[in-house]
């Protein structure tokens, strides 16, 4: 789930739960609070999802909420009603506002990604790939260096009876990164069947894709081989000249 989403949701969770913590008119004082549990629950619901995209930071500054019998409103006195309602509250606002200082980070951090590999690839060979496992040596390596959250080759994403794995995957960005190498003749055509099956894979999983591509010298016209792969939304390509 994308971040814009999630922020959505907790910020129409926080606004309800805000209207919650609203006193009554009614005979109790606290009768206003009693629906509590719910909040605390989409909560409870919501952490894990953000969990998913910021990791141990996220997880550092949200942990799940535990009340025990407490939840039960009938075991619970009145003036603890008012004050889950308000912990409930209190919890979805903040992460309703953490979720906004991360919305749109993503193509920024995007870009990023890309303006790093078109300066370090390569520098960072020393000598001509003998296969794609080497290229993607060298891309982690510069990942690394730069402390990027990533995971590679640890993501599986189905499609129909197929199972698809990226390289390199960034949750936080639903960004999957795959790494091609041309290293000869008609090794171009091949790589365009490849990224296409590719595309329709891994869409499944992720709202961008950049493929990397290391050319030996045998991609003629870059800008074509280029163009009508980024018609699709969310596909990008750079080419990567030894």
């Not at 005979?27 to 629950?41: C, E, R, V, W």
């Not at 990791?55 to 009938?74: C, D, H, I, T, W």
């Not at 606002?93 to 790093?116: H, P």
């Not at 189905?158 to 995957?169: A, G, L, N, Q, V």
Request: hydrophobic share 40%.
């Amino acid at each position: 789930m994308d971040v814009e989403t999630l922020y959505e949701m907790a910020a129409a969770a926080a606004r309800n739960a805000e209207r919650n913590c609203i006193p009554s008119d009614g005979p109790g004082p606290f009768d206003s609070y009693g629906g509590y549990p719910a909040y605390i629950n989409e909560y409870n619901r919501l952490v894990p999802l953000v969990w998913q995209l910021f990791g141990e930071e996220a997880q550092g500054l949200f942990p799940q909420l535990n009340l025990g019998s407490q939840m039960n409103p009938a075991d619970t006195i009145g003036a603890m009603w008012k004050t889950h309602a308000e912990l409930a509250a209190a919890r979805l606002s903040a992460l309703a506002a953490y979720l906004k200082t991360k919305q749109g980070t993503k193509k920024r951090e995007n870009d990023e990604i890309v303006t790093l590999l078109e300066d370090n690839l390569r520098p960072a060979m020393f000598t001509d790939p003998e296969n794609e496992r080497q290229v993607q040596d060298a891309v982690e390596t510069i990942f690394r260096v730069r402390g990027l959250d990533f995971r590679r080759e640890a993501q599986t994403v189905p499609y129909s009876t197929k199972r698809y794995i990226p390289d390199f995957t960034f949750n936080a960005l639903g960004l999957a990164v795959e790494i091609k190498l041309c290293n000869r003749a008609g090794r171009e055509k091949e790589m365009i069947d490849e990224i296409n099956a590719d595309i329709i894979g891994y869409q499944g999983g992720y709202e961008r894709i950049l493929f990397v591509i290391y050319d030996l010298g045998f991609i003629r016209d870059v800008a074509t081989f280029r163009s009508s792969i980024e018609l699709q939304v969310g596909v990008s390509v750079i080419v990567i000249k030894k």
